[in-house]
């Protein structure tokens, strides 16, 4: 029994290393922020036009076999009003899997409601609030100390189990807020946007310890991009993100590279869907690539996160794998104003 206590001791200790030191924890931290709105900023959702669906999956394996794995569904949905339809309210949710290997789990739905409205001819400000309810706990499932392999450090499930443990469970509440402003050209594109939200402001109480206290540090979050270059259908988008916890601070900074493709629009002139290559790099020691694909009825993305940081690689393990398909449920016609100053 008290190898079994020690390696989960060992677990969540580098589950606390990993995340306070590296900002490489699960779920907070998709590369792909973008496909993530409700985890980087609950005002992001209400920025698209679209009804959409979507599910993301991160893996980021350790070096003993083990894995962070997150599995992110998010949905939603927008409400216009105003008899231009500039202004609109957006109500969503995301249900996240968290395993912080087989025996640490978060499981939570966060319920989100973005209003947007349009300040003047290009620009746009969106406000969104979020509450998470989750639940974190030690899962087991029967595992016991005679299946444990002190050699490999896992357990073998093969192995006959003599006695039962029973995991630890912790239910708890946590409210995030932020505010994005946008600024679209003359084909209703988005060319700059910055945003900055807060994670966490309640600072809940995360203990799976009766009496003590564990509080989940807040995390401040800014984005930021600008398009540089837009012509012949062909889009530059530097951009970066920011993040803030607990005295550590993680930025990637980088660019989307978009090339557009399928059908003109009748109107804009502009292909109807594109195909993009993502770069950025991550001060803490990291190279992400991203490769895209949209489509108007659907889009899909993947991401590969390579440590260049020899202490990084040492508790990483292999490159972390990112993964977003989506659907594009129901589309707002854009709207298209004159001399803005770009082309197709």
Not at 159 to 185: C, H, P, V, Y
Not at 325 to 336: D, F
Request: charged share 15%; net charge positive.
């Amino acid at each position: 029994m008290k190898k079994l206590l020690y390696t989960l001791m060992g677990v969540c200790g580098l589950i606390g290393f990993t995340q306070q030191t590296y900002g490489q924890g699960q779920g907070s931290n998709f590369d792909m922020y973008n496909y993530a709105p409700t985890l980087n900023n609950p005002a992001m959702l209400g920025n698209s036009d679209e009804a959409v669906v979507k599910y993301g999956f991160r893996n980021q394996p350790l070096p003993n076999g083990e894995a962070f794995t997150t599995h992110l569904i998010t949905a939603g949905v927008p409400i216009y009003f105003g008899a231009e339809k500039h202004s609109r309210l957006t109500l969503g949710a995301s249900l996240m899997l968290d395993n912080q290997t087989k025996f640490f789990k978060t499981n939570g739905v966060i319920l989100n409601a973005g209003y947007t409205v349009r300040l003047g001819k290009h620009q746009y400000l969106g406000a969104g609030f979020q509450g998470g309810f989750s639940q974190r706990g030690v899962d087991l499932k029967g595992s016991t100390e005679n299946q444990y392999n002190p050699n490999t450090g896992r357990f073998d499930a093969t192995q006959e189990i003599n006695e039962t443990i029973d995991g630890q469970n912790k239910s708890f509440t946590s409210f995030d807020a932020g505010l994005l402003w946008t600024m679209r050209d003359e084909y209703g594109d988005d060319k700059a946007f910055l945003g900055i939200s807060s994670h966490g402001f309640n600072q809940p109480n995360v203990s799976l310890v009766g009496g003590k206290e564990d509080r989940l540090a807040s995390r401040l979050i800014s984005i930021a991009g600008v398009t540089v270059f837009h012509r012949n259908h062909l889009s530059i988008v530097p951009n970066v993100r920011i993040m803030n916890q607990a005295a550590t601070t993680n930025v990637n900074i980088g660019t989307w590279i978009r090339y557009g493709i399928g059908d003109t629009h009748a109107e804009t002139q502009r292909k109807v869907g594109s195909i993009g290559l993502g770069l950025w790099y991550n001060i803490n020691g990291s190279m992400i690539s991203s490769v895209e694909w949209h489509h108007p009825n659907f889009f899909a993305s993947i991401a590969y996160n390579t440590s260049v940081n020899n202490s990084i690689k040492t508790i990483q393990g292999a490159g972390i794998v990112e993964l977003c398909v989506g659907l594009k449920l129901r589309r707002k016609a854009k709207v298209v104003t004159e001399g803005f100053g770009t082309n197709p």
